[in-house]
């Protein structure tokens, strides 16, 4: 008795302790998207009068697409809201995208279903100055203002500090931006402005489109869209997405990345930089120094990163560039660029078409899996060994262990026989989910983080734990007591693990992912 009553003790405290940790995360971090309408902050005080901050900006006019520099400085402040609105209307949402100068001091959130639309903090720290860049939208009145709310400290602060107004000049349409290319990456085509956001409209009859989600908006802030249509000798394609660093397409023999013909859209220098390259192995890009891409054009502006070229669909002369009258499976990724446009490894697995296609055969409008089914395969494995069969074995062993003792099954006490075959059911599940990364890849992965540490470690606890139950000591055995909290320890280290691994499988991660872990430990403790 005095057992039983000990562990729920201790995971009453493991639980308590979580909880406790969990809301930690979430203080000053600049998360403020509650005051995207009023820009007050929740601080429980009125803000001041006389601000001592000021906005400064590096041109008065614009043209949609255009990027306008923007400084907030004065004395050390902690926080910081900044948005452009109608000036006009300053109670209109929010407008237009930022791109970040500093990531480190700032970051951007969405308003008024806008991405991008406005710059906060990221920490606390003391800060004097700040910079980024606004991008003006396609649909921009004809006056914007830049509006400010700064935190000396958590009592102190200014609301909607008044920035300079740019305005649109006289003209009835905007002159086309020119796009400077890198000495590195060299072309003789002109590039232009995109007026409008691509459509969808002729998918799957005059274009062949990949999306995702499916048939979503290209229009839309969360909307992957490729599209290519042949016109004669050639393929024109669109290319548009949520980034603010890069997008990118490849073709591909086969669905692993290497040995592919990629094409990239890089936002640089507040523009967009239009490239082809070749993918080897699962190595950064190798940039062409020729680029056999003609009318190319882009746009960069509520969120969305759009560019769109023609190639001619054979390229004997350029090395790596695949005809495009074949088949090949279609890669689509994202990712982020950093100053000078060096692009970073993309944060999502990239899209994957589910079979081989002919861009120029039959139009059709497809999607894609971000998820191969040998990975697919794998968390469903896991999840229902470490959510559903290990939680009714525990469960069937801490409550039904009284209900069960004098029913018997093959010569062994009920509860027993149904708590190990449960358990047993978790080693192999584990087991078959284990292995089916490593076929994926081919080996180890350097580039998945902490899964696969947490995963073989999660594997080795379940067969130590299948070994030492193999061991197990009589009842009444001196070694009993020892025994009972050894297989209580590794099962319960082995349930948190799997557990913290599958939340973040499923994208729960930070404070809400600890709050989530212990509650559910906490249920079945």
Not at 370 to 377: Q, V
Request: hydrophobic share 40%.
């Amino acid at each position: 008795m005095l057992q039983q009553m000990e562990l729920p003790g201790l995971a009453f405290a493991v639980w308590m302790l979580i909880c406790f940790y969990a809301p930690v995360g979430g203080y000053p971090n600049g998360k403020v998207r509650e005051a995207c309408t009023s820009m007050v902050p929740c601080h429980g005080s009125s803000p001041q009068l006389s601000p001592e901050h000021t906005i400064t900006v590096n041109g008065t006019e614009f043209k949609p697409g255009d990027s306008i520099e923007v400084h907030l400085s004065g004395p050390v402040f902690e926080g910081f809201f900044i948005q452009a609105r109608d000036a006009e209307h300053l109670e209109s949402p929010a407008l237009g995208s930022f791109m970040l100068a500093d990531r480190g001091a700032s970051q951007l959130l969405t308003c008024a279903h806008t991405k991008n639309s406005a710059v906060s903090h990221t920490s606390k720290a003391k800060k004097k100055h700040i910079k980024v860049y606004w991008i003006a939208p396609g649909n921009a009145p004809k006056r914007v203002q830049f509006l400010a709310t700064v935190v000396k400290k958590y009592k102190i602060f200014w609301v909607k500090i008044p920035g300079p107004i740019v305005s649109q000049p006289n003209a009835l349409s905007p002159t086309p931006p020119l796009h400077a290319t890198s000495g590195a990456v060299s072309t003789s085509h002109p590039v232009s402005y995109l007026s409008k956001p691509f459509n969808a409209s002729s998918c799957g009859r005059t274009k062949f489109c990949i999306r995702n989600p499916s048939n979503c908006d290209p229009e839309s802030a969360s909307c992957f869209f490729l599209s290519f249509q042949q016109e004669g000798s050639s393929v024109f394609v669109e290319m548009s997405g949520p980034s603010e660093g890069y997008l990118a397409f490849a073709l591909s023999h086969d669905q692993w990345m290497g040995d592919d013909d990629a094409y990239l859209c890089v936002g640089e220098d507040h523009r967009v930089r239009t490239i082809t390259a070749y993918l080897k192995e699962r190595s950064p890009p190798v940039l062409d120094s020729e680029n056999a891409l003609e009318d190319v054009s882009w746009r960069l502006a509520d969120g969305l990163l759009q560019c769109s070229f023609r190639r001619s669909i054979r390229l004997p002369a350029h090395k790596g560039r695949f005809n495009l009258d074949a088949s090949y499976y279609i890669f689509l990724a994202d990712g982020e660029a950093s100053e000078g446009g060096v692009i970073h490894k993309h944060r999502q697995q990239p899209l994957i078409t589910n079979g081989i296609y002919n861009i120029t055969g039959l139009p059709q409008d497809i999607g894609g899996s971000r998820s191969p089914r040998l990975i697919k395969a794998h968390g469903t494995l896991m999840f229902i060994a470490w959510i559903t069969t290990v939680s009714i074995g525990v469960i069937v062993a801490r409550f039904f262990k009284p209900v069960w003792s004098y029913s018997f099954l093959f010569g062994k006490e009920m509860w027993f026989q149904v708590h190990r075959m449960l358990m047993l059911t978790t080693v192999m599940l584990t087991s078959i989910s284990f292995v089916l990364p490593f076929i994926y890849r081919g080996g180890w992965s350097q580039q998945a983080g902490f899964h696969p540490y947490l995963g073989c470690t999660v594997m080795a606890l379940a067969i130590f734990q299948a070994l030492m139950a193999g061991f197990r000591p009589s009842r009444h055995a001196p070694r009993r007591q020892l025994f009972n909290w050894f297989h209580w320890c590794t099962g319960t280290a082995a349930r948190i693990l799997a557990g913290n691994s599958d939340l973040k499988s499923l994208g729960i991660t930070g404070p809400s992912s600890a709050q989530v872990l212990g509650d559910f430990w906490f249920c079945i403790l």
